[in-house]
């Protein structure tokens, strides 16, 4: 059976069974976006008694987070209901809903270590966004992207950190979904001018203090191996 989140004890309840990457991504959208706003959508399915799997529909995008206990049939059937431009889950998903994935990868985690210190900025002012997102070379409306965004940091669910040298954003490293003590890193880059200096090094060692997950292409998982990663699960991503 799947039911529609519809308060914070039925939020608490997704968080304490979520335990992975994308079970961490939809209990901070959850947090984020409490269900009195239409603008992200989530789902709990439950079996017998048993918290099976969560679905959050958030601009088009599903984040799906499951246990082997899930009932992909139902599942399926849901998720074609409800209509996607994509899918975030884990390759095992993939494969049992009988979908097939453009992109795949590791999922990697490193538990917390002792945050190193980095002279790191916050954005403050929609200048500072606009700067971020074209370095970040991210597709679609800035506006749209920058509502979410700082709608989440507000809510203490997303963090950005950047360094910036003579007045000119050069690198930055985010934690785009926080749940608690565990966070998902992502949005990581750095200037074509300024790469080889450890920029994004050390960004990523500052948010030390938590539990951090990333999913990233295979090309980068020398990087994160180097930086003390391991990896733990894959993932895969649908298209519509």
């Given at each position: 059976m799947l039911k529609m989140i519809e308060n914070a004890e039925e939020a608490e309840l997704l968080r304490e069974f979520s335990?992975?990457?994308?079970?961490?991504?939809?209990?901070?959208?959850?947090?984020?976006?409490?269900?009195?706003?239409?603008?992200?959508?989530s789902w709990m399915q439950i079996v017998g008694d048993e918290m099976t799997a969560g679905i959050c529909s958030h601009g088009g995008e599903i984040v799906l987070w499951s246990t082997l206990r899930a009932d992909y049939e139902e599942l399926g059937e849901f998720i074609k209901t409800i209509g996607y431009t994509n899918i975030l889950c884990r390759a095992r998903d993939v494969v049992s809903l009988e979908l097939f994935a453009c992109a795949c990868g590791q999922v990697w985690r490193r538990e917390p270590v002792e945050a190193a210190e980095c002279e790191y900025e916050k954005p403050e002012k929609k200048a500072d966004y606009k700067e971020l997102f074209e370095l970040l070379e991210i597709k679609g409306e800035f506006d749209e992207w920058f509502a979410d965004i700082s709608h989440r940091i507000n809510k203490g669910t997303a963090e950005m950190r950047f360094i910036r040298k003579a007045g000119k954003i050069i690198s930055t490293a985010s934690l785009l979904h926080i749940d608690g003590d565990r966070a998902l890193l992502g949005a990581v880059a750095t200037h074509k001018d300024f790469r080889k200096q450890g920029l994004a090094k050390s960004l990523i060692n500052s948010f030390g203090e938590k539990t951090v997950y990333l999913r990233c292409l295979p090309y980068l998982n020398g990087f994160y191996q180097n930086l003390g990663f391991k990896s733990v699960d894959v993932w895969a991503e649908v298209k519509a």
């Open positions: 335990t992975d990457s994308f079970g961490l991504t939809v209990a901070s959208l959850v947090t984020a976006y409490p269900p009195e706003l239409d603008i992200c959508r």
